[in-house]
């Protein structure tokens, strides 16, 4: 599987948009990004996933680059409900069960 | 539409004693997955089953720990003889069948603790 890398930790202001960045430089061309978050105490929550267009839905938008090998997560108007860890997975197609979380990003969004 | 239902939410045993997680994945969804996170770490996955088949089992530790999905009822998680070093949040996650490529949604998990 294609190794990601993320920041450890970041914060960011209330009502300001995250800007979360991942590299994935081993991504193979059949790959997807996923991003999952982790509030303290509470099981992964799926935000969004692209392969190589830029996708947004109600939580987030996800920007990928023309080559693939780094992508951002943006959470546009931050709230103190989305202090979380923020985990960027790839994820092989033939293997589209076991997603493989690393350490994430901690996000502090701060009033 | 409820989602992926784990319990008990918080377990506790005793050393030698035997653990039993359950999960009822969501309605329409005959995959299950289960993940583990030991304190501080990441998630880890565990195994992976559809309804009465084990389809990847390669995370799981090789003694004491069994997965099942019956035909009928929830997904189990059974740790047999467990020891301190079990103690940790599982989590259960489920997805569709196959031919629809889509997000897996995730339990709120049990914390399992071992005195």
């Known amino acids: 599987d294609a190794k990601t890398t993320q920041p450890p930790s970041m914060d960011c202001a209330e009502g300001r948009a995250a800007n979360l960045p991942c590299n994935h430089s081993?991504?193979?061309?059949?790959?997807?990004v996923y991003w999952y978050r982790q509030i303290h105490s509470q099981g992964p929550q799926y935000i969004i996933h692209g392969l190589k267009n830029n996708e947004t839905n109600e939580m987030a938008s996800l920007i990928i680059t023309e080559d693939r090998k780094s992508s951002t997560l943006i959470l546009p108007h931050a709230t103190l409900r989305d202090t979380a860890v923020y985990y960027c997975i790839v994820r092989p197609e033939n293997n589209d069960y076991k997603l493989s979380f690393g350490a994430g990003t901690t996000v502090t969004v701060r009033a | 539409n409820a989602g992926v239902m784990q319990n008990p939410r918080h377990l506790v045993r005793r050393r030698g004693q035997e653990a039993r997680l359950r999960c009822s994945p969501m309605k329409g969804h005959s995959h299950v997955y289960w993940y583990r996170q030991l304190p501080e770490e990441g998630l880890k996955f565990m195994v992976y089953?559809?309804?009465?088949?084990?389809?990847?089992e390669s995370g799981m530790p090789k003694e004491r720990f069994s997965a099942e999905f019956p035909k009928e009822g929830p997904s189990i998680l059974r740790i047999q003889q467990v020891v301190r070093g079990d103690s940790a949040a599982y989590f259960c996650?489920?997805?569709?069948?196959?031919?629809?490529?889509?997000?897996?949604?995730f339990g709120q998990g049990t914390r399992l603790t071992v005195v």
């Open positions: 996650a489920s997805s569709p069948p196959e031919g629809k490529r889509t997000e897996a949604f």
């Open positions: 081993t991504i193979s061309g059949n790959e997807y």
């Open positions: 089953l559809q309804k009465e088949n084990i389809i990847d």
